[in-house]
């Protein structure tokens, strides 16, 4: 009964429910009120069209566009009140003004950093890119591993809290009860009653259904700081689109870690929910990880404003000079800059052999279907690692509508047969790559706040390669003959399709 009572009364239903009730007032309201005037049916049509004009005229991407003139086309009632509350991706006023003080204030810490003295000739362009507009510079000096697997990322990550000496950043999409966080949350607390400045943070959507029971208060009585990222409030506002997909952790400024793993036991292969869960990550020993604190702080910042000394967050050791540079970089949906598809398509248009990219959700926009195909063509071997058992049937029945197009074009693209691939990493022609939290849909391109770090460190690169060409021994490479095909299927699937700059 407790656990019947914990559902029912949780935030989740209760904000599903105040959510459909406030649309279905709205709906109910204004299908009565123009069935009461012909003049206000006029003023809704009128609206509409208003709204068609402002989507339009918007710099918004053209599948985004084209999915909510269809939506009011729909709902000439109702669509236009939806895209304003739903589908405008300019966040609220405030939260923009704050985020952008948070960076104003961490910038000049950015632009002291010394430029890198020759970065080689494939990175350089994109590097300067992400300076300028990231705003996050490249390091040498830095020591990055590659992770092939969760569960290896995870005892690393272990090591590293446990020996930790003045602080903690945690930063997560998801949290889960589980083994993974039971550990971690152990030795978390236990730093912080010691005397460490240990803070977490964590995304108020993707945390709803899996957040542990008392996470907060049980952090907090041991004298961790939590923040909850962008939580769900029922009156639904324009910022909630913007989620914070990031997953980082920094240990005392000269450790950090990112990739594709979240807090549940699923990423390292405790619990089984889609097969075997194939996940990837990088650890970084060096000055680079002072890129990846300021990021932290920026969102940490924007809910707690403080004028505390960054510095004191620096890393404190030196290192020797690597065998690559080293770019961590953040993305923001509040700039307007789709700074992770840019760096995805640069790597796409300037290579010269292979890229092989491993990702999970394969939902892209036009422009990076053209990068994928282009590069195919003109003779370079692109290779896509995708999941052999998906996590959603509606994404895989909709990826296999763009699989076509890229298989047409000369694309590989391989199914992972033990289960379901999470990594979200790209490299090529022995000499780039990148590996962070993006995934090749509309949300992650566009709409979340992500994470990712661009690195031409040779033992690295060469690592992820391997990894590439171990997976593939795994896979079963798709053909056109392979994918689903049918009057229904196709016609679900132009919906899908149309509607997937919504999901």
């Known amino acids: 009964m407790s656990m019947f009572r914990r559902i029912i009364f949780s935030k989740v239903p209760i904000t599903v429910l105040l959510i459909i009730l406030q649309v279905v007032w709205f709906f109910a309201f204004f299908t009565k009120l123009s069935a009461h005037a012909a003049w206000i049916q006029g003023l809704f049509t009128l609206l509409g069209l208003l709204m068609y004009l402002f989507i339009i005229s918007s710099d918004e991407n053209p599948s985004y566009q084209i999915a909510w003139i269809t939506v009011i086309a729909v ?222 702080l920026h969102l940490w910042h924007y809910y707690r404003p403080s004028d505390e000394d960054v510095h004191l967050f620096a890393p404190t050791t030196s290192h020797e000079a690597s065998d690559g540079l080293v770019q961590p970089f953040s993305d923001t949906p509040l700039d307007g800059e789709a700074l992770a598809k840019n760096i995805y398509m640069d790597i796409l248009w300037r290579a010269e052999k292979y890229v092989t990219i491993m990702n999970p959700y394969w939902v892209p926009d036009n422009e990076m279907m053209k990068a994928l195909t282009m590069a195919a063509k003109r003779g370079v071997q692109v290779t896509i690692i995708v999941p052999g058992i998906n996590d959603s049937k509606s994404v895989a029945l909709l990826a296999e509508g763009y699989y076509k197009k890229l298989l047409e074009a000369g694309v590989h693209i391989h199914a992972f047969t033990p289960g379901f691939v999470h990594a979200k990493s790209m490299v090529s022609d022995d000499c780039i790559a990148v590996v962070g939290t993006v995934n090749m849909d509309f949300r992650s391109l566009y709409l979340h706040f992500e994470d990712g770090v661009l690195f031409t460190s040779e033992s690295a690169v060469a690592a992820l390669k391997r990894d590439g060409e171990e997976t593939l021994k795994q896979c079963r490479p798709l053909k056109i003959s392979d994918l689903r095909q049918g009057v229904v299927l196709n016609l679900i699937r132009a919906m899908l399709r149309i509607f997937s700059p919504l999901l």
């Not at 009632?77 to 003080?101: D, E, H, S, T, V």
């Not at 005892?155 to 083994?179: D, K, L, N, Q």
């Not at 390292?268 to 002072?290: C, E, Q």
């Open 75 to 296: 709902l000439p009632i109702l669509g236009g009140f939806l895209y304003l509350i739903l589908g405008n991706k300019r966040p609220a006023k405030r939260m923009k003004r704050a985020m952008q003080r948070s960076m104003d204030e961490l910038r000049p810490h950015l632009d002291q950093v010394p430029p890198v003295t020759a970065p080689p000739s494939r990175m350089a362009g994109v590097s300067a890119y992400i300076r300028h507009y990231g705003p996050y510079p490249a390091y040498e000096g830095t020591d990055l591993d590659y992770f092939s697997s969760g569960e290896d990322l995870f005892e690393e990550m272990m090591t590293a809290i446990e020996r930790a000496e003045r602080f903690i950043f945690f930063e997560y999409f998801i949290v889960s009860e589980g083994e993974m966080y039971r550990r971690m949350a152990e030795v978390l607390t236990a730093k912080a009653r010691a005397g460490l400045d240990v803070r977490v943070m964590y995304d108020g959507f993707g945390c709803i259904t899996t957040i542990p029971r008392h996470f907060e208060r049980d952090l907090k009585a041991a004298g961790v700081q939590v923040v909850s990222f962008n939580p769900l409030i029922p009156l639904a506002t324009l910022k909630m689109n913007h989620r914070d997909h990031r997953k980082l952790l920094i240990v005392d400024g000269h450790i950090g870690f990112t990739g594709g793993i979240n807090i549940a036991d699923e990423y390292i292969n405790r619990i089984s929910r889609f097969g075997y869960w194939k996940d990837t990550g990088v650890r970084l020993s060096g000055p680079a990880v002072w890129s990846m604190t300021l990021m932290f």
